[in-house]
């Protein structure tokens, strides 16, 4: 018997094609970037089959409108919403789709390895849809995996599921309505603005109900920085001698926004003649918690603080790892791992680093392993980010930067929590109340393999303090400072904003980010908001057009304007349902197209009010 196996990626389909054929014969495909592999495996309840592995690049098909009047972009876009679209193999992926059809057409089987995901779900269905054409009665199976080490492909090839119809409609709803509302809108402003600005006459004004929150957050928080007017406020400090040491105090009443109650008050308790005395000193220990199994989203926080690049590359880079078999699927929303799997022969793999080779060593064979907290997500799919083997040569410094982050992360969250013992003295000083605190760290655990946070002690709290005692005081101050404007928006800060207000999933939100960049709606810059080289670049700022598009959309006088997160967390909410089954993939494809038709109508009514803020920011 022949079985047909397609994977999402050539490189996917030579590490699953060395890992169950052993031996293998190569074949051309037509495609220069695809090759056919066949080989022989021993499926239970099928025997041994002739297999062919091959793969695709992606998506293989695009969406189009039917009507060649409706692909030109002069076509009245009102009409985009209701016009018939299609699906067509990508041009560059015809010799592709018709390597499916040839091998699909003596294949009893066709089993799908393409990311466990749903647009791999998606992907596998698009797969099948070429294979049918020649050969309508093959059976699908799908091969469900989290990464390519060896036992976890065997145990996928001999546990084979269904295909997900839910998660590929889920897709298909997705993509119609991203479709449709991407080229009506795209049109409708990229029309009127060539139309009326000469120095636009060339530029593409793209929208997408993901691009358009993305870029209101970095707006937002401009001109929060913009319009912020410093207030001035009063505190009072207090340094006591305790034991020959000088003690510093902090007030707990804090900031003092009126001037003349923060006066008074410090007048009184100079002038009471009293000294402070203590009223509650306390010991307790405290901890430093080792971080949450690694997601998706948590791996291009950290990537882009601690590694200074931007998510998008994080995401590419963790992928080529994943596909060179190094790392698990780095597409997850799950930070707890199982309580079955066994983690002690994962960590085993890092004690052949020449840097982390010894610290592992103390987690497997010595007392420093405890079992991982547990966080409050788990999407059934697939476990958190992990090495799955140690590597030692890579592509670039970035691949192994990446890879580093996650080894060193794996290893710290099978770590004990690091340990300090914290003090703390109350005093009184005339009914003023201030305080200081020490902090020693006893443990360091985690910290040692784990660069990316910090956890300074400052030392005990000096000798001798014993509640009611009178201490001589050695300074006080009533100091005067300025609230300070909040900074830009940084990329950790931008992904959470988007994680929280659901815009994106866990594998989008870094290519929602790379497109604003790239259409210039945003740049990446300095604190000081002047553009700079990579590396450099931690957070954004608006471009004059960005931010035109913002205040023009948010004075139109929509329920809900298309640059606040609101639209884009139903919808992606109401996806969700359909790919858990609970939900009509049409009746959310409808109803969410009579909604932005509304939304489209008095956009194209009050247009003015987009073009006097484009006026206003970009002429």
């Known amino acids: 018997m022949k079985v047909l196996c397609v994977a999402e990626k050539p490189s996917v389909a030579k590490a699953v094609c060395n890992i169950l054929g052993g031996g293998y014969t190569t074949r051309q495909t037509g495609d220069q970037y695809l090759r056919n592999y066949d080989f022989q495996y021993d499926f239970p309840g099928w025997g041994v089959c002739d297999c062919t592995m091959t793969s695709v690049r992606g998506h293989l098909t695009d969406s189009e409108f039917v009507s060649k009047e409706a692909q030109k972009f002069h076509f009245n876009p009102a009409r985009l919403f209701s016009e018939p679209i299609t699906t067509q193999v990508k041009n560059d992926l015809r010799k592709c789709a018709r390597n499916i059809e040839n091998e699909a057409r003596h294949a009893r089987k066709l089993l799908i390895w393409t990311d466990c995901d749903r647009e791999g779900e998606y992907i596998g269905w698009e797969i099948v849809q070429e294979a049918i054409k020649k050969n309508p009665n093959i059976e699908v199976r799908r091969a469900v995996f989290s990464d390519l080490e060896r036992s976890h492909v065997i145990h996928a090839a001999r546990n084979l599921q269904q295909l997900d119809m839910n998660a590929v409609n889920a897709v298909a709803a997705r993509m119609e309505i991203d479709y449709r509302t991407g080229f009506a809108f795209t049109r409708l402003q990229t029309l009127h603005v060539q139309k009326k600005f000469a120095n636009l006459?060339?530029?593409?004004?793209?929208?997408g109900s993901c691009q358009f929150p993305t870029l209101g957050f970095i707006v937002d928080r401009y001109l929060a920085r913009e319009n912020f007017v410093p207030e001035p406020f009063w505190y009072m400090t207090l340094k006591c001698r305790v034991s020959r040491k000088q003690m510093n105090l902090k007030s707990k009443r804090g900031h003092i926004f009126d001037r003349a109650s923060a006066v008074a008050l410090y007048a009184r308790v100079c002038e009471s003649g009293v000294l402070p005395k203590v009223t509650n000193l306390s010991s307790r220990p405290t901890s430093k918690y080792r971080p949450l199994p690694l997601t998706t989203v948590e791996l291009l926080k950290l990537g882009s603080k601690a590694l200074k690049l931007p998510s998008k590359t994080v995401l590419q880079l963790a992928e080529n790892l994943y596909q060179e078999s190094f790392i698990s699927y780095p597409r997850t929303e799950t930070d707890q791992f199982s309580d079955d799997m066994d983690l002690k022969p994962l960590l085993a793999k890092q004690k052949n680093s020449p840097i982390w080779g010894d610290y592992a060593g103390t987690l497997v064979d010595g007392d420093a392993f405890s079992t991982p907290r547990k966080g409050r997500h788990n999407d059934k799919a697939h476990p958190p980010i992990h090495p799955i083997a140690h590597c030692a040569n890579f592509k670039t410094n970035?691949?192994?930067?990446?890879?580093?982050?996650?080894?060193?992360?794996?290893?710290?969250?099978?770590?004990?929590?690091?340990?300090?013992?914290?003090?703390?003295?109350?005093?009184?000083?005339?009914?003023?109340?201030?305080?200081?605190?020490?902090?020693?760290?006893?443990e360091t655990n985690f910290l040692d393999i784990y660069p990316y946070v910090q956890w300074t002690g400052s030392g005990e709290l000096p000798a001798g303090l014993e509640v009611g005692k009178e201490l001589p005081i050695v300074e006080s101050m009533l100091a005067e400072g300025n609230t300070t404007p909040p900074k830009l928006l940084t990329e950790p800060e931008l992904l959470a904003l988007m994680d929280m207000n659901g815009i994106g999933t866990d594998a989008t939100m870094a290519e929602h980010i790379s497109t604003?960049?790239?259409?210039?709606?945003?740049?990446?810059?300095?604190?000081?908001g002047r553009q700079v080289q990579r590396g450099k670049a931690e957070y954004f700022t608006p471009s004059p057009l960005g931010q035109a598009l913002v205040e023009g959309y948010d004075s139109i006088g929509l329920d809900r304007s298309l640059t606040k997160p609101f639209i884009r967390r139903d919808l992606e909410t109401q996806l969700s349902q359909v790919a858990k089954g609970e939900a009509s993939k049409d009746v959310v494809v409808e109803s969410a197209l009579i909604s932005f038709k509304d939304m489209f109508d008095l956009t194209k009514r009050e247009i003015v009010k987009l073009e006097r803020a484009i006026r206003q920011r970009v002429v």
């Open 516 to 528: 604003v960049v790239n259409r210039e709606y945003v740049h990446r810059c300095n604190a000081q």
């Open 201 to 207: 006459k060339d530029s593409i004004i793209s929208y």
């Open 398 to 442: 970035d691949h192994k930067r990446v890879y580093e982050l996650i080894a060193r992360h794996f290893m710290a969250c099978c770590s004990k929590d690091a340990k300090g013992q914290q003090s703390t003295v109350d005093v009184d000083w005339h009914g003023e109340k201030f305080t200081a605190t020490g902090l020693v760290i006893l």
